[in-house]
């Protein structure tokens, strides 16, 4: 059954440095998010994108914030000046076209913590 | 704004005992609704999906959710619980032609022997 992938599944960097994190989605499908959470917190969004642009972003997703699909596999986060506020599971998703229910699929997450 | 209310933040429960895990929404129309598992360390798996049609949803490893529209809820069922089920619980719902999903604060179940 096809899955999300994610790497690494654990990334720890110092504050200031700039992290890009990797995910695979699922081959098909044509919309991609980003979500964290934060240790013991609810998983928020933070970002939607599909057919190259972000459709919908949230109030997390600031300027130290950007997303990419460099190519047709990959789609990638990248957090400029990591903060310690930073330190979170980080989950990717993707949905298809088809699927009328909304249903997005998570990848294992990658947990990032920020020193 | 959407909002998703998971109102146990933990519930312990004895093994082979009947479980119970409570979701609230807030939206103007029916969204969709999942409820997703998290073990320690690893990522969001889906039990169930409630998308229209029979408000009873059956889900993996024996877990069921009903949807009552009356009371905008969407509550987590499993009539005996196995050790292997201590883990967070997430309800999320996602509106019909929205994009993001919005997840409750999840609830931690603890099982005893």
């Known amino acids: 059954e096809p899955e999300v992938t994610q790497t690494p599944s654990h990334q720890v960097t110092q504050m200031g440095q700039e992290v890009i994190l990797r995910c695979v989605p699922i081959s098909n499908h044509l919309y991609f998010y980003w979500y964290r959470q934060i240790l013991g917190q609810k998983v928020e969004f933070l970002v939607s994108?599909?057919?190259?642009?972000?459709?919908?972003k949230s109030e997390i997703f600031d300027d130290q914030f950007s997303v990419e699909r460099p190519d047709g596999s990959n789609f990638t986060l990248k957090i400029r000046s990591t903060k310690l506020e930073d330190s979170a599971m980080y989950f990717c998703?993707?949905?298809?076209?088809?699927?009328?229910?909304?249903?997005?699929?998570f990848g294992p997450g990658t947990r990032l913590t920020v020193l | 704004a959407q909002s998703v209310t998971q109102p146990d933040i933990h519930i312990t429960v004895s093994e082979g005992a009947s479980l119970e895990l409570r979701c609230n929404y807030s939206?103007?129309?029916?969204?969709?609704l999942f409820w997703y598992v998290q073990s320690p360390g690893q990522g969001l798996q889906l039990l169930l999906k409630y998308f229209s049609g029979d408000t009873l949803v059956q889900g993996i490893k024996g877990f069921e959710a009903e949807f009552k529209r009356s009371q905008s809820s969407f509550n987590l069922r499993k009539p005996s619980v196995h050790w292997s089920d201590a883990a967070e619980y997430f309800c999320a719902v996602t509106p019909r032609g929205g994009n993001q999903f919005y997840f409750g604060t999840g609830t931690s179940l603890t099982v005893i022997p």
């Open positions: 994108f599909y057919n190259n642009e972000i459709s919908e």
């Open positions: 998703a993707s949905r298809g076209r088809t699927s009328g229910s909304n249903e997005q699929f």
């Open positions: 939206y103007g129309a029916t969204p969709y």
